[in-house]
């Protein structure tokens, strides 16, 4: 699924409002002109404009991208549905995503100040840098989910050699496959018979 970058915003000190530029470039460390940038796991914020105007309506407010302290606005994903250790990508950049949501600071909040309540905490997400890079208003990102690759692996002389049919491989294989199903995320599984020894 592929959508836009509607604006970059960055701030030079945390907890001040951010302001909408044109480009940015992203190293290891997340945004090189952001406060927010560092060693950590909530290097660049990401926030849909679709859930900033939902919120603006139910308050009867204007918000201006960057309000809510998001590094990127966003048109067209909803970030619900993505899972921790998803990515957001292009040919310049890759990003994980590693939080969804936050701690509500409160008083400290600017837009909490405003109207009492703030979108970031529920609908925001926060992601690490994996390639860094170039990116501009009007880029596109794709996301894509997360596969956990699996190797089953069954010990056995016999079943190795086609004596006899390996049962506990198939049945592992099985349940991880349930389990991934109940928890809405993809595996790829191989399954590897080698002797004992």
């Known amino acids: 699924m592929k959508f836009t970058i509607k604006s970059i915003n960055v701030s030079e000190r945390k907890g ?3 302001i909408p530029v044109s480009n940015i470039e992203i190293d290891d460390l997340g945004i090189t002109t952001d406060a927010h940038r560092g060693k950590w796991h ?9 859930d900033i105007d939902m919120f603006a309506g139910k308050f009867n407010e204007t918000f201006k991208p960057g309000d809510f302290a998001e590094n ?14 998803d990515v957001l990508e292009n040919d310049n950049v890759k990003l994980m995503i590693t939080q969804k949501g936050k701690k509500c600071h409160g008083g400290g909040c600017a837009v909490f100040e405003q109207v009492g309540h703030c979108v970031m905490p529920k609908e925001g997400i926060f992601t690490q840098v994996l390639k860094t890079g170039k990116m501009s208003v009007g880029d596109e990102l794709e996301y894509k989910q997360k596969v956990f690759k699996i190797a089953v692996i069954t010990l056995s002389d016999r079943a190795s050699a086609g004596i006899y049919e390996d049962i506990s491989g198939p049945a592992i294989t099985k349940l991880t496959n349930e389990y991934f199903e109940k928890i809405e995320r993809l595996c790829n599984i191989e399954n590897i018979i080698i002797p004992d020894n």
Do not use: H, P
């Open 72 to 85: 990127i606005t966003t048109q067209g994903i909803n970030f619900r549905k993505t899972k921790v250790l």
């Open 16 to 18: 001040e409002l951010k």
């Open 42 to 50: 909530r290097q660049i914020s990401f926030l849909a404009q679709e």
